[in-house]
């Protein structure tokens, strides 16, 4: 059975940073895709960024509103993907959650099957 645990989260001033990781138990090959997506008070849980193992190499994408500042990255030695959050807004404040799902990536949430239980990300003005 597929685990996903998150770490990182905290609360940060704007324009500051930070990092989320995700560790992954239970992966048996290296043809999956991970990603993270956020959920904010009263909101629906929204697409953040996501990489998988593309045909060529790895393969990323991003949401309009992070793109530019979000990084995501994996080790597949090691089944942890990470988030590094720079030049963070008010607005980012959420639960950020890890998701995998076999195959390639996709930005619908529905299409995850495994997710972890979230970690709290606050960004005070």
């Known amino acids: 059975q597929v685990q996903l645990v998150e770490s990182g989260g905290g609360s940060v001033q704007a324009g500051g940073s930070l990092r989320l990781s995700c560790t992954a138990s239970g992966i048996t090959n290296r043809n999956y895709a991970t990603a993270w997506f956020r959920q904010a008070p009263g909101k629906e849980r929204q697409f953040v960024a996501t990489?998988?193992?593309?045909?060529?190499?790895?393969?990323?994408a991003y949401a309009d509103s992070v793109k530019g500042r979000f990084t995501i990255s994996r080790d597949n030695a090691k089944n942890t993907m990470t988030l590094q959050m720079d030049s963070l807004k008010p607005e980012d404040t959420a639960v950020y959650y890890c998701?995998?799902?076999?195959?390639?990536?996709?930005?619908?949430?529905?299409?995850?099957?495994?997710w972890g239980r979230g970690t709290q990300v606050t960004v005070s003005s």
């Open positions: 998701a995998a799902r076999w195959g390639v990536f996709t930005r619908s949430v529905n299409a995850y099957t495994y």
């Open positions: 990489i998988d193992l593309g045909g060529s190499g790895t393969a990323d």
